[in-house]
Each structure stands twice: as structure tokens, then as C-alpha cells.
């Protein structure tokens, strides 16, 4: 935990590109009956400010807002429900370059990877081809970079193929690097949809709203297209920058 973190409880952000298992983490800590959880909470402001084609995208500015001022304000103020953790689950590329992050002192900044190439045919298979802005790597490299400089210290980084492989010990692990207890509850969850995922949920959320816990690893063979192949490309160096640091229990 960082010397920056208030007090009241713990402020968790894990900071990951789409098409990850970011959901399914954010369904572990909510499991936990000391976490709260809040998803995405930049969507919104995300999809106002650029104006991009994203499945649902009215309904998610109507349903989460788009006031990015209030949003953070949110995301550094009081944790609901009488919590003591509020776990945040963002995208990299939801924080835009014209967003003051000082706020980002009052979080525990965490990042999680997947390899670029399972990432762009899973987000083909629901938008189209996966531009190098799409997939947040660059946003991902850049914020690391930010954060390490503004806390001094190196922030936990996980990345979902050793994740899967073996959950108990990588949550564990990044239970000690925030500063709280493993909760074993965080291992299965009941399957459906919850209150807490956002408006886009029935766009992304299938397997997750049947999962019960974590999909144990299965390495599938990914095809790509030209132009996925020459993204993939572009989004490794930045991948491999943060793997190595990634938490190794």
C-alpha cells in the first residue's frame, strides 16, 4: 500500500485493456464481504469525449455519465456500502491524455496483461478489427510508467495466462502487494448477472455471467488477419515492457 493511500480503507484500481479476464477478476474481490466494486466507472465519460462506435454506446453515457470530475471524485471518496475495499476495475484507454491523474495517489494502482493476440481476436469477434487504440497497450505502458513515477515504487502487475494457471497463489500474491488478507471466497463466485456490471455487460459479459469461478488456462490456437497480425506487432514491446514485473508467487 502506498503512503498516499487513505486511511479509511483501501482503494484498489486495476487498470487492464478489454477482452482480458478483468471481469472475472472484478467478480473474485466482489465476492469478498469487506469489497465493493465498481465497473468501469470511465466508460462513459470514454465514449462522450471521442464519440466512438461502441456497441450500446447511448445507453452506457445515459446509465454511467460522463462527467469525469464527479466520477473521480467518486472513485477517491468514501467507499460505499461500509466497505473497507472498493475494488475499480478500468480500462487503460478510458483515462484519455487530457485527464489530470493526480487523483491517482489515492488508489493502489494495479495492471493487468494478456498477450495482444488472444486480445485482438477476441475483441474482432464483437466490434470489427482492433486498432492499436482500441486494445489500450500503449495507454497501459504509458500509465505503469506514470504511476511508478508518482509513487516511487513498482505497482503489482498480473498477467492472465500465469493467472489462470494458477489463480489461488497469483491472488494471493496480490492480496500481500495491496496490503489485505487472501479471502478464499474470492475463488467462486454464483453464476448470472449482477448489479454492479455496467450497461455494456449483455454486449461483452456471457461467459462471465455462466462462470461460476475461473476458466482454467487453455492454450487455443489464435487466428488474425493481415492487419491484426501487424497490431499484434505494434502492441508486443509494450506487453513484454510490463511482463517483467509481473508478480512471479
Given amino acids: 500500500m502506498t503512503e498516499s493511500q487513505p486511511a479509511a480503507g483501501i482503494r484498489i484500481a486495476m487498470w487492464s485493456g478489454p477482452r482480458n479476464i478483468s471481469t472475472a477478476l472484478m467478480r473474485a474481490w466482489e465476492n469478498r464481504a469487506d469489497c465493493c466494486v465498481w465497473d468501469e466507472p470511465l466508460y462513459g465519460y470514454y465514449l462522450a469525449q471521442t464519440g ?3 456497441p450500446g454506446a447511448d445507453e452506457i453515457i445515459a446509465a454511467h455519465g460522463s462527467n469525469a470530475h464527479e466520477i473521480i471524485a467518486r472513485c477517491r471518496g468514501p467507499i460505499p456500502s461500509g466497505k473497507t475495499i472498493f475494488y475499480q476495475k478500468h480500462m487503460t484507454l478510458h483515462l484519455l491524455p487530457d485527464l489530470e491523474r493526480d487523483w491517482l495517489r ?47 515504487e513498482v505497482p503489482a502487475v498480473i498477467d492472465s495466462r500465469e493467472f489462470l494457471q494458477q489463480p489461488e497463489a ?10 489485505v488478507d487472501f479471502d478464499p471466497a474470492m475463488l ?4 448470472g448477472v449482477r448489479d454492479s456490471d455496467g450497461a455494456w455487460g ?19 490456437p489464435v487466428e488474425l488477419s493481415p492487419a491484426g497480425v501487424k497490431t ?3 502492441a508486443r514491446p509494450y506487453y513484454e515492457k510490463l511482463y517483467a514485473h509481473r508478480l512471479c508467487p
Avoid: M
Fill in 170 to 179: 497469483q491472488l494471493r500474491a496480490l492480496c500481500a502487494h495491496v496490503g
Fill in 232 to 234: 499484434a506487432a505494434a
Fill in 188 to 191: 467462486h463466485w454464483p453464476a
Fill in 52 to 54: 466512438i462506435d461502441h
Fill in 202 to 220: 449483455k454486449y461483452w459479459y456471457d461467459s462471465v455471467w455462466q462462470s461460476t469461478g475461473f476458466t482454467p488456462w487453455l492454450d487455443k
Fill in 106 to 152: 489515492s488508489l493502489v494502482n494495479c495492471f493487468l496483461l494478456r498477450e495482444p493476440e488472444p486480445v485482438i481476436a477476441s475483441y474482432s469477434a464483437v466490434r470489427g478489427g482492433a486498432t492499436l487504440d482500441d486494445i489500450g497497450f500503449v495507454q497501459q505502458a504509458e500509465l505503469f510508467d506514470f504511476v511508478r513515477e508518482l509513487t516511487g
